[in-house]
């Protein structure tokens, strides 16, 4: 079958923006080229458009991450990825091989794996802490964290 390349978008500034994304930790960085592989080529949803994925995903991007590896690692992607039949080696974004893009892709998500996951975990118990104050205040308790001295609680 012969090789179907088109001129955009341009995957090297694809690869770049998803990198900066997720180094940032930062969904409101995804510029449309980016969004539209993810959406073609990377079983994400469209979510309306641009700014209904990026709000679906701005404050769970360790759940983008979890969702594109999930689909990418354990889903028989590795025999898409190594076979010159499927259809990741039909298309190419101006010279490059889909197959290339989903792997470099598959790099940058599993290098910012744990960061993401870290972020989130870190931001979910602030939102906890939050919300045990507000409602320690409300009933008219003032919260005090445990004291720890030489590793141990006293």
Known sequence: MPVRN??????????RN???VLANQDMNRLEKPAY???NLHC???AHYDLEG???????????????FLASHLGQGWDTWLDNPKSYLYE?????????????DLLAIF??????TRTVAEARRRAEKMATLN?????????LVPKEVSHGQET
């Open 36 to 38: 539209q592989i993810l």
């Open 91 to 103: 298309v190419s974004y101006r010279g490059v091989m889909l197959h290339q893009i989903v792997r």
């Open 134 to 142: 507000r409602l320690a205040g409300e009933l008219g308790y003032n």
């Open 18 to 20: 998803i990198a900066d």
């Open 110 to 115: 599993r290098r910012y794996k744990d960061q």
């Open 53 to 67: 994925f990026k709000a679906v995903y701005r404050d769970h991007l360790d759940d983008f991450v979890g969702f």
């Open 6 to 15: 088109y001129p955009n978008p341009d995957p090297k500034a694809v690869l």
């Open 43 to 45: 079983g994400f949803i």
